[in-house]
Structure formats: structure tokens, C-alpha cells
């Protein structure tokens, strides 16, 4: 069983920048993709980038020049380095783990592991 804990949200400007944490802990064995998704009140939970055990990553449209996902395998930590925020990037963001080794759809019926999530305001 694995656990996720983010961290780094906060409020900032329109065209600021953030980075979020992620630690993992526990058995990390078998777990591939990585990847971070958000979620706005009475919307779905949408994705915004993912990393495969290879280094390969993905990244959904809104975000593709401005975010950057990484990953510290050696130390289990996932980072989202968020660049030229705007309002429309203030959301709660999840991280979140997956067991397949081909992620690159971004799909979350992929990962079954989630973080309680951390927030980000863009004002």
C-alpha cells in the first residue's frame, strides 16, 4: 500500500510561479506512472500531467509550455513546476499513483492511489 502527501499549493499572482511536492511512502514496488490531476468544485477531476517509470511524460493541453512534471525516483518525490499561472489553474491538485506502465492518455481510471491534494489560488 502506498501513501501520497502533497504539498507547495498557495495563492499567487496571475503569471507567478509554484512548485508542488509529492512524497510518496510505502511500498512504491510495482507502481509506474505518476501524474497530477485538479479539480474545481462541481467539475470532474481533469488531468494535467503525467510521468512513466521511463522518464516519459504527458501533458494535457491548458498546461503544455507552462508546467513541467518531474520525478526523484531515488527519493520517491513527484514534482509539478507550474509556470505563467492563470486564473483558470486555481483548483485543488491531486496527486496520484498507478500500477500500469503505459500512462500517457492521461487517463485517471489508470491510478488508484490518491493524495489528500494541496490547493492553488491564481488571482
Known amino acids: 500500500h502506498v501513501q501520497l502527501v502533497e504539498s507547495g499549493g498557495g495563492s499567487v499572482q496571475v503569471g507567478g510561479s509554484l512548485r508542488l511536492s509529492c512524497v510518496a511512502s510505502?511500498?512504491?514496488?510495482?507502481?509506474?506512472?505518476m501524474g497530477w490531476f485538479r479539480q474545481i468544485p462541481d467539475k470532474e477531476r481533469e488531468a494535467v500531467a503525467g510521468?512513466?517509470?521511463?522518464?516519459?511524460?504527458s501533458y494535457a493541453d491548458p498546461v503544455k509550455g507552462r508546467f513541467t512534471i518531474s520525478q526523484d525516483s531515488a527519493n520517491h518525490i513527484l514534482y509539478l513546476q507550474m509556470r505563467s499561472l492563470k486564473p483558470e489553474d486555481t483548483a485543488m491538485y491531486y496527486c496520484?499513483?498507478?500500477?500500469?506502465?503505459?500512462?500517457?492518455?492521461?487517463?485517471?481510471?489508470?491510478?488508484?492511489?490518491w493524495g489528500q491534494g494541496t490547493q492553488v489560488t491564481v488571482s
Open positions: 510505502g511500498d512504491t514496488i510495482g507502481r509506474y506512472c
Open positions: 510521468i512513466e517509470s521511463d522518464g516519459s511524460t
Open positions: 496520484a499513483s498507478s500500477p500500469y506502465q503505459a500512462c500517457s492518455d492521461l487517463s485517471t481510471s489508470r491510478y488508484d492511489t
